[in-house]
Nanobody, 124 residues
Framework: QVQLVESGGGSVQAGGSLRLSCSVS????????MGWFCQAPGNKREGGAA???????RYADSVKGRFTISKDNALKTLYLQMNSLKPDDTAMYYC??????????????????WGQGTQVTVSS
């Protein structure tokens, strides 16, 4: 059974940092495309960052230069380092996995495994 479990969310002031982690089990983790998505109340789920099996990354314009996605294949863990956080970053953050042929997709419909989410709240 495939499981993705996020951790590391919390409350922080604007300008602060958080690091999210996503522990993965149940499939050949290293070959999959992995991504981080966010969803604020009333909004659709949006892709923020993705990383493919080779470690090549892709970012949405809204987080480029502030967020860094990385992974540790040995630990089967995905990370999202979030710096210079803004109130607009407040959302539920989800990690997800997509089959390897999707490479660095930021489209939520390409992902077939999802975690339960972790809340990030940024106050001004």
């Amino acid at each position: 059974q495939v499981q993705l479990v996020e951790s590391g969310g919390g409350s922080v002031q604007a300008g602060g940092s958080l690091r999210l982690s996503c522990s993965v089990s149940g499939y050949t983790y290293s070959t999959y495309c992995m991504g981080w998505f966010c969803q604020a109340p009333g909004n659709k789920r949006e892709g923020g960052a993705a990383i493919d099996s080779s470690g090549t990354t892709r970012y949405a314009d809204s987080v480029k230069g502030r967020f860094t996605i990385s992974k540790d294949n040995a630990l089967k863990t995905l990370y999202l380092q979030m710096n210079s956080l803004k109130p607009d970053d407040t959302a539920m953050y989800y990690c997800a996995a997509a089959p390897p042929w999707y490479r660095r997709t930021l489209s939520s419909s390409d992902y077939n495994y999802w975690g339960q989410g972790t809340q990030v709240t940024v106050s001004s």
